[in-house]
């Protein structure tokens, strides 16, 4: 039998806080808690001042809910609030004030039955975009999310590839397509519906109707959240989309040498012209990891994206290393956060998912200064 959120809170009802000495769940500070098939996800919300020391208690809430039984996996953040806390609740009154970075996803009315709408974009091709779109979706969906891709990048539609999906989506009235399935994550891409070494010229109209139905034409159901893996760059198609799309927000990757060319900047001033919340940056192979000695070499000057996103006010989400094992799996259609789930690279895929996925549902975020997250 699957765990349930019950099971969890009864679990951690037997964790203590060590500095309060009641339970963590009396305490009020356990939000956000997702449980879907054996995945199990939760916030843990303390005192910003405390949050450095206590990663042994997030630690130990994971081990309390790692030995229930039928649990595949566990993600417990620290989170960090400034105001004062009010109960216990799980989503924030939509009349209390946001703080700058807790973002209310917007209706979508092609996709009611979807919650929130995140656009991965970048400033410039080959920088790992649809890798990045493609193992952040399946981490969100290890997490305990249901998660949809739309492969927006119909420039050149990677999506089936890197799912390891292939054939034609169904119709049963000749209208509404059904979705593509595989690792538990539903894909509709125009990969599907042309062959992949076809060229094809997309004007801005046609570029917003394919759009519009790959939306509205699909039948999405009910999601937690829709990936939509952009096309690169910052040009009017990109601009048009973000704009028709009710994106909740965008996660911008790019390299460090994208970073230096400020390609990534371009990405961000686009969001922010159309008044779509940037939910951070990611670096993507951001140093060489040596597969023979493990020796890290930092060959393109790493931390720029770091240095670049305080200097824009924007999130720093992660660093991904340049890897033949991440190039290999999502080249192969198994990416790495499925493939091997046990691997750093995978966590930090999770842990990224987890802090996109905090900032947009506003499960916790509201009333607060931006969260901290603390990963191990
Ligand atoms: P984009 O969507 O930005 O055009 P892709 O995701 O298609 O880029 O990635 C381009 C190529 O780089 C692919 O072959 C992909 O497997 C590889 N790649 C992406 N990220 C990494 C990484 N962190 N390490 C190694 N190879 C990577």
Known sequence: MPVTEKQVLDALAAVRDPDKGQDIVSLGMVSGVVVRDGNVGFAIEVEPERGPRLE??????????????DVVSVTAVLTAETGARAGASVRPAATQSAAPQSVAPPH???TPGVRAIIAVASGKGGVGKSTVAANLALAMHANGLSVGVLDA?????????????????????GKILQPMQNYGVKCMSVGFLVPEDTAMIW???????????????VDWGELDVLIVDMPPGTGDAQLTMAQQVSLAGAVIVSTPQDIALLDARRGL????????????????????????????????SHGGA???????????LGEV???????????????????????????TFRDIAARVWDKVSGEGSARRAPPRIVIE
């Open 306 to 316: 770091q240095r670049e996103a305080q200097k824009l006010g924007t999130e720093f």
């Open 153 to 173: 990048d119909i420039y050149g539609p990677s999506m089936p590839r890197m799912l390891g999906m292939s054939g034609r989506p169904s119709s049963a009235d």
């Open 321 to 347: 290393p340049l890897d033949l094992a991440i190039r290999e799996t999502s080249d192969d259609g198994r990416p790495i956060t499925m493939s091997m789930p046990g691997s750093p690279y995978a966590r």
């Open 203 to 217: 004007r801005g109209p046609m570029v917003m109707s394919a759009l519009q139905q790959m939306l509205r034409d």
């Open 269 to 300: 001033t686009m969001f922010n012209k159309v008044n779509v919340p940037v939910l951070g940056i990611i670096e993507n192979m951001s140093y060489f990891l040596c597969p023979h000695c493990g020796e890290r070499s930092d060959i393109f």
């Open 56 to 69: 042994p208690l997030r630690k130990a809430a994971e081990a309390a809910i790692e030995a229930l039984p």
């Open 108 to 110: 979508n009315a092609l």
